[in-house]
């Protein structure tokens, strides 16, 4: 079973993100690629479009932002790796089936297959704000043919038991993306969102989908 696990930015201000990248380094075996938030390293894009925006000139489009955020979560892909040694960092799906075979766990530095023009047009995707790790983590899934993508997040709300699981719930509370949705159409894989408090779901590896937090979506 391959997983594809975005670990949000905002998780990264939190214990919990070590914890995470322990268990995926424990556990993953080759078959758990974590997809990295942008997390304050894009953050520092949005200041600085924002700081140049108010400014007679040097502007800085969306599409060149996007570009620069996605450079960020290679950045965040980095970091994981210094804290958490035992992690590997992964380019494309070559060197994903490659580093597969060391049976490690796995961070994708996603600058190579996202920034390569013509798949990302016949992908289909925005190149804005609306197009976040969110959905370049399903991108992935959906490039690897991965069984279950796992979106881990920070939101309290998901730690409620009436937190609904539909797509356009998830939406409309800016839970997950925008743009999300744009990789559904025929996934193979299963959609999971779940609030970083629940590592321990995944103690024992990564072996079974939990049986909370899957996603609803017109597919299903």
């Known amino acids: 079973m391959q997983w594809v696990i975005k670990l ?23 078959r758990v690629i974590i997809v990295p938030g942008g997390g304050i390293y894009a953050d520092a894009v949005r200041t600085f479009q924002s700081m140049r925006a108010q400014l007679p000139d040097g502007h800085l489009s969306d599409m060149h932002a996007h ?20 992690l590997v960092l992964v380019r494309n799906p ?22 390569d023009t013509d798949a990302w047009i016949a992908s289909g995707l925005a190149e804005n704000w609306t197009v976040t790790s969110d959905t370049l983590a399903a991108y992935l899934a959906n490039r690897l043919e991965a069984d279950q993508l796992l979106l881990v997040k920070s939101d309290p709300r998901l730690l409620t038991p009436a937190a609904d699981y539909a797509l356009a719930t998830l939406q409309s509370q800016s839970i997950v993306d925008m743009a999300l949705h744009t990789c559904l159409f025929n996934a193979r894989f299963n959609l999971h969102v779940m609030h970083h408090a629940h590592f321990a779901t995944f103690s024992k590896g990564f072996h079974h989908a939990p049986t909370t937090g899957r996603v609803r979506y017109n597919n299903d």
Request: hydrophobic share 50%; no cysteine; proline share 3%.
């Open 94 to 115: 070559l060197e994903i089936a490659e580093r597969g075979w060391q049976h490690r766990g796995l961070v994708w530095l996603p600058s190579e297959m996202a920034l």
């Open 67 to 86: 570009r620069l955020a996605i450079f960020a979560m290679d950045q965040m892909a980095r970091s994981f790796v210094a804290m958490v040694p035992e």
């Open 8 to 30: 949000g930015g905002s998780v990264t201000h939190y214990s919990q993100l070590t914890h995470w990248l322990t268990l995926i380094a424990q556990h993953g075996d080759g």
